[in-house]
């Protein structure tokens, strides 16, 4: 079992930054990919980025290229999302999760392990 936990959201001014932080704990982090996706409200939960145990793969997704960057610190457990330029549309409860090698990493149903959530809302 692996447990996550998710920080670092907030409210944030439109064109401002946040950077999240999930921590991994539980059995090993070894050879998980993880992955961050969103939802907002009355929305489905949908893909923003996701990263590779060795962090050689990174895949975003469009709307966010260019302004958000995934990274992981596989010393500390640990995996990051800086955002920056936020934009109103922004605004969701962000996810991080972790996924055994061998699925697709845009797919929430490939994931094994998910964290509670970190609300991020961005103002006009």
């Known amino acids: 079992q692996v447990q996550l936990v998710e920080s670092g959201g907030g409210l944030v001014q439109a064109g401002g930054s946040l950077r999240l932080s999930c921590a991994a704990s539980?059995?090993?982090?070894?050879?998980?990919?993880m992955g961050w996706f969103r939802q907002a409200p009355g929305k489905e939960r949908v893909f923003v980025a996701a990263?590779?145990?060795?962090?050689?793969?990174?895949y975003y997704r469009d709307y966010v290229k260019g302004r958000f960057t995934i990274s992981r610190d596989n010393a500390k457990n640990t995996v990051y999302l800086q955002m920056n330029s936020l934009k109103p549309e922004d605004t969701a409860v962000y996810y991080c999760?972790?996924?055994?090698?061998?699925?697709?990493?845009?797919?929430?149903?490939?994931?094994?392990?998910w964290g509670q959530g970190t609300q991020v809302t961005v103002s006009s």
């Open positions: 539980g059995r090993t982090f070894s050879g998980y990919a």
């Open positions: 999760a972790a996924e055994r090698p061998g699925g697709s990493l845009y797919n929430p149903g490939e994931y094994d392990y």
């Open positions: 990263i590779s145990w060795s962090g050689g793969n990174i």
